[in-house]
């Protein structure tokens, strides 16, 4: 059972950083991606950068030179390192493991397990 628990989120000014962590707590599973997911309120659940386990990593164009994906396989942790936020991204933040393969890892029905979500707002 994957058991994913994210941290690090809080109130940073525009222009701040932020690193989210998402830990596998439970017992780990054979995870073929991660991906971490935003939904402000009002809005549908999006994508925001993804991990293939060995592989690429993929971002979207909002984000793309400012937040960098990483994982420490010893740890059973991937990163989210957020630079120069800006108050539209404040959001929650979720974290996704896909355990069952697929080869689409943008989309909140490529991920098998979900994290709680962790709250980062940016102000202006």
């Known amino acids: 059972q994957v058991q994913l628990v994210e941290s690090g989120g809080g109130l940073v000014q525009a222009g701040g950083s932020l690193t989210l962590s998402c830990v596998d707590s439970?017992?780990?599973?054979?995870?073929?991606?991660m991906g971490w997911f935003r939904q402000a309120p009002g809005k549908e659940r999006e994508f925001v950068s993804s991990l293939r386990i060995g592989g690429n990593t993929w971002y979207t164009d909002s984000v793309k030179g400012r937040f960098t994906i990483s994982r420490d396989a010893t740890k059973n942790t991937v990163y989210l390192q957020m630079n120069s936020l800006k108050p539209e991204d404040t959001a929650i933040y979720y974290c996704?493991?896909?355990?069952?393969?697929?080869?689409?890892?943008?989309?909140?029905?490529?991920?098998?397990?979900w994290g709680q979500g962790t709250q980062v707002t940016v102000s202006s």
């Open positions: 439970g017992r780990t599973s054979r995870t073929y991606a």
């Open positions: 996704a493991a896909q355990v069952v393969f697929r080869l689409a890892v943008n989309a909140p029905k490529d991920y098998d397990y």
